[in-house]
């Protein structure tokens, strides 16, 4: 069984920053890709950072590049998504998700098999 939990979602100013973790308990074996998924309310899941499980290859959306680091700590198994100049738009609940394609990446929901129950994070101006 595989279990997905994230944390450290909070409150912020415009401007600040925030780490999100995703702990991992089960195998995840043969899911390539790692993801963070942003939910505004009111609108559809986006990808905004993956990694590839296998290159260790990341990906970003176009409003998280620059801003947003996805990155995994094998001694903890936990999967992290470091946020810096974060902005109102970015406020929402967060995912993480498992899952497995053919291509090296994907910010397609359809594709993730696991998901946590979300974060939320709030950033105000």
């Known amino acids: 069984q595989v279990q997905l939990v994230e944390s450290g979602g909070g409150s912020v100013q415009a401007g600040g920053s925030l780490r999100l973790s995703c702990a991992v308990s089960?195998?995840?074996?043969?899911?390539?890709?790692m993801g963070w998924f942003h939910q505004a309310p009111n609108k559809a899941r986006e990808g905004v950072a993956a990694m590839n499980t296998i290159s260790f290859s990341t990906y970003y959306s176009s409003s998280a590049k620059g801003r947003f680091s996805i990155s995994h700590d094998i001694a903890k198994n936990t999967w992290d998504l470091q946020m810096y100049s974060l902005k109102p738009e970015d406020s929402g609940i967060y995912y993480c998700?498992?899952?497995?394609?053919?291509?090296?990446?994907?910010?397609?929901?359809?594709?993730?098999?696991?998901w946590g129950q979300g974060t939320q994070v709030t950033v105000s101006s």
């Open positions: 089960g195998s995840t074996a043969g899911s390539k890709y």
């Open positions: 998700a498992a899952g497995r394609g053919t291509f090296a990446y994907s910010f397609n929901p359809d594709v993730y098999q696991y």
